[in-house]
């Protein structure tokens, strides 16, 4: 895939992974469609691609509501004639026990991550088929590899977006559409503090893991130089993505250590 002169859309763009990760694409002078809740962030964050040499237009709505998906699509597909890429950054994670959390805040994780952005991708698809093809890069997590404590069902959402891109790469194959799997280990953004606790409200706490994460910045060229290459599967992080090797690998020690390990 090369980004030059490619219309590229990207979800979580206001913050974080997504935003570094637009500005590290408008180093490669393309058309990028920002799209998070946040307008203002957005906005930010385009000029910032335009500084770059890129264009780029802001389209906020919300992953969660299935009206909000359909009129951000509606309006993208009026202006744009092709969408080339479709990058899927945006989503919330979760610190709360399972035996804690209502059924209700799994709902809304799962809204948000799962079927927000399988929404998304469902009403974008023909546009990239129409275009004779297109790159799909979708945000798991290495907790979409295996379980973690405080994490269940953030931990499901991303296991299901395995399920489903995999399934969506294999009946496309003909269609020429790229499917790219990011498997971000632990990165300094504010994903623990916009998590939802037990009460569905954002915990507005750093994790001591996370703040000793990999850069933004970092994180954004490996993942834009590996999109490049269409990797079928990125992962990125520090040593924590061994943890991904030792459940495949070594099962049992991971069974172990799972119950062992500090989930914060
Ligand atoms: N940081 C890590 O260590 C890590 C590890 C593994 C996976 N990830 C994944 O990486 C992706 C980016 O996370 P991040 O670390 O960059 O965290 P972040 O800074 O909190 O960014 C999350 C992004 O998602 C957007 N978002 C959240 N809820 C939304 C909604 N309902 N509708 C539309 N947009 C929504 C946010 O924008 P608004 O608030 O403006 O809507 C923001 O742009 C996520 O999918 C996350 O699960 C992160």
Redesign the pocket.
């Known amino acids: 895939m090369k980004f030059t002169g490619k219309t590229l859309w990207i ?9 570094a990760v637009a500005i590290e694409l408008s180093l490669k002078k393309c058309h990028l469609i920002l ?4 307008k203002e ?1 957005l906005e930010e964050v385009a000029a910032i691609c335009t500084n770059n040499g890129s264009t780029a237009s802001v389209m906020p ?4 509501h299935t009206d909000s998906i359909t009129k951000a699509v509606n309006e993208v597909l009026e202006i744009e004639k092709t969408i080339d890429g479709l990058y899927h ?5 979760q610190r709360s026990y399972a035996n804690d959390t209502p059924i209700n805040v799994d709902r809304k994780i799962f809204d ?2 799962f079927f ?1 952005t399988v929404e998304l991708t469902k009403k974008v698809l023909p546009n990239l088929i129409a275009n004779r093809g297109g790159q799909i890069g979708v ?4 907790v979409g590899k295996f379980g973690f404590p405080y994490r269940s069902s953030y931990a499901a959402t ?1 296991h299901a977006l395995h399920g489903f891109f995999e399934s969506l790469r294999a009946e496309n194959a003909s269609n020429n559409i790229k499917v790219s799997m990011i498997i ?4 300094k ?3 623990s503090m ?1 998590a939802l606790d037990k009460d569905g409200n954002a915990r507005n706490k750093m994790d001591e893991g ?1 703040d000793k ?1 990999l850069s ?1 910045e970092k994180t954004a060229r490996i993942i834009v130089k590996k999109l490049e290459k269409e990797k079928k599967e990125i992962l990125v992080g520090g040593n924590e993505l061994m943890m991904v090797h030792i459940r495949r690998f070594f099962p049992r020690l991971y069974y172990y250590l799972s119950t062992k390990v500090q989930p914060l």
């Open positions: 979800t979580g763009a206001s913050s974080g992974i997504g935003r799209s998070a809740r946040q962030a709505f919300d992953l969660g950054f945006g989503g919330i994670s948000t991550n927000g945000t798991s997590s290495i991303k971000p280990g632990r990165i953004t504010n994903i916009n996370q994460g933004v």
